[in-house]
């Protein structure tokens, strides 16, 4: 799954507001991975996410309509991620639960540990 989402700055600008940024998101299900990039070329990432052990809340940001955020374990770190629609933010955040979920299966599954 890829799509165009917008998702907030983890810094902080002038005016002490967290900026939002249109990025190009691909979600790869093989990797586990959540990837982002400045356009749909996919020539420059700007960051990525194991979404191994990974949840996906709905957020309560105010500043945009349709937010969604996703807590990853390695880090601690928090995602907030805007969806154009309704209809998209369904879309985006069932297929990073099922992704999320199938993780966590696998490595309870996995023999020998």
């Given at each position: 799954?890829?799509?165009?989402?917008?998702k907030k700055?983890r810094g902080?600008s002038v005016?002490?507001?967290?900026?939002?940024?249109?990025?190009y998101?691909?979600?790869?299900g093989?990797?586990n991975?959540?990837?982002?990039?400045e356009?749909?070329n996919?020539?420059?990432?700007?960051?990525?996410?194991?979404l191994a052990g990974?949840r996906v809340?709905d957020s309560k940001?105010?500043d945009k309509?349709?937010c969604?955020?996703?807590h990853v374990?390695?880090?601690?770190?928090?995602l907030i991620?805007?969806?154009?629609d309704?209809?998209?933010k369904?879309?985006?955040?069932?297929?990073l639960?099922?992704i999320?979920?199938?993780e966590?299966?696998?490595?309870i599954l996995?023999?020998?540990?």
């Amino acid at each position: 799954m890829e799509g165009y989402l917008a998702k907030k700055g983890r810094g902080q600008s002038v005016s002490f507001i967290r900026p939002w940024a249109t990025r190009y998101f691909v979600l790869d299900g093989q990797l586990n991975e959540l990837r982002y990039y400045e356009k749909d070329n996919k020539l420059k990432c700007k960051g990525k996410l194991n979404l191994a052990g990974a949840r996906v809340f709905d957020s309560k940001d105010t500043d945009k309509k349709f937010c969604f955020e996703v807590h990853v374990q390695e880090d601690s770190g928090v995602l907030i991620i805007s969806a154009p629609d309704e209809a998209t933010k369904a879309s985006w955040t069932n297929a990073l639960s099922n992704i999320s979920k199938s993780e966590v299966r696998e490595s309870i599954l996995a023999p020998g540990e």
